[in-house]
């Protein structure tokens, strides 16, 4: 009858290394997936906002009678404290204000006093300007918002560098189709009547 062989403490040793590594590279690993799954949850929710910020702009600009840019040839830092970077003069005394605050701030302002404000956080290494163009019958605002990742130590760029830009014609929906404005002096078509009708 053969006797059973036991585990030796080098069997033991080497089975315990291994179990060990293989535990310290799976908990790198989570946390690598928890990390990249971290950036692009922040991205996407960068992208939302973005993208948010874009409608209301428009609409607002659509809407304005007038545009104010205190600084047209400025580009801010969206990790400044307070600085006005748009003012929309809208119809019925109304004033929309964009300012840089820990993001981007809009700012609704009627009979001198703030009546609501919304706010469009964003990372702060982002840099916005806004500026005017004219083709001699249409003046459009330009809001462009630039992201450059800088090297800490050197302030050299590094990495991608993304531009987002926002495109809005100035007045545009107070402007009535020169085909709508008058009434049609043609007489309405007859129709039929169908059954069950009297």
């Not at 929309?96 to 001198?112: A, C, N, S, T, W």
Request: hydrophobic residues 40%.
């Amino acid at each position: 009858m053969k006797s059973r062989r036991g585990f030796t403490l080098l069997e033991m040793t080497l089975v315990s290394v291994v179990s060990i590594i293989l535990l310290a590279m799976a908990v790198t690993l989570t946390g690598i997936v928890m990390g990249l799954s971290s950036v692009t949850s922040r991205q996407v929710e960068g992208e939302r906002t973005l993208g948010r910020l874009s409608l209301v702009f428009r609409k607002d600009v659509h809407q304005a009678e007038g545009v104010i840019i205190p600084k047209p040839e400025k580009t801010v830092s969206l990790a400044d404290k307070d600085e006005m970077i748009c003012e929309l003069r809208l119809p019925h005394q109304e004033i929309v204000r964009y300012r840089v605050h820990g993001g981007i701030l809009r700012e609704r302002v009627r009979d001198g006093g703030v009546v609501a404000r919304e706010g469009f956080p964003l990372d702060p290494r982002y840099r916005v300007a806004i500026h005017q163009e004219s083709d001699g019958i249409q003046t459009r605002a330009v809001m462009t918002l630039e992201l450059t990742a800088a090297d800490p130590t050197t302030g050299h760029a590094r990495g991608p560098h993304r531009t987002w830009q926002v495109l809005a014609y100035v007045g545009r929906d107070r402007f009535i189709p020169a085909a709508a404005s008058h009434e049609s002096t043609a007489p309405a078509p007859k129709t039929q009547k169908g059954e069950g009708q009297r």
